[in-house]
Nanobody, 124 residues
Framework: QVQLVESGGDLVQPGGSLRLSCAGS????????ITWFRQAPGKEREGVSC????????AYLDSVKDRFAIVRDDVKNTVYWSMSDLKVEDTVVYYC?????????????????WGQGTQVTVSS
């Protein structure tokens, strides 16, 4: 069955960097769109970036595109989320989610499969 496993979350100081991984199994990444979502305590889950199956243009939330980057490796069936110059307000749980097809969208309701999440904490 389809599984997504996030890893890489950690405690990091302001200004630091992290790279999260979303490893997929039970499906072929080259037929799937993967999106990273984040959720802060008491807030709704928010899509921040997606990478479509047809290697078309990725999409980013405007507030993150200058510091963060999404990269897919279809051979490893893994999508990465690289974050730099982290700020305290970047403290969230990150989730990756998958849907079949090549439409890159950031709405959570459109994704059927989700990982368990990984915590990113930015603190001095």
């Amino acid at each position: 069955q389809v599984q997504l496993v996030e890893s890489g979350g950690d405690l990091v100081q302001p200004g630091g960097s992290l790279r999260l991984s979303c490893a997929g199994s039970g499906f072929s990444l080259d037929h799937a769109t993967i999106t990273w979502f984040r959720q802060a305590p008491g807030k709704e889950r928010e899509g921040v970036s997606c990478t479509p199956s047809d290697t078309g243009n990725t999409a980013y939330l405007d507030s993150v595109k200058d510091r963060f980057a999404i990269v897919r490796d279809d051979v490893k069936n893994t999508v990465y989320w690289s974050m730099s110059d982290l700020k305290v307000e970047d403290t969230v749980v990150y989730y990756c989610a998958m849907k079949y097809g090549s439409t890159c969208v950031l709405q959570p309701a459109l994704y059927e499969w989700w990982g368990q999440g990984t915590q990113v904490t930015v603190s001095s």
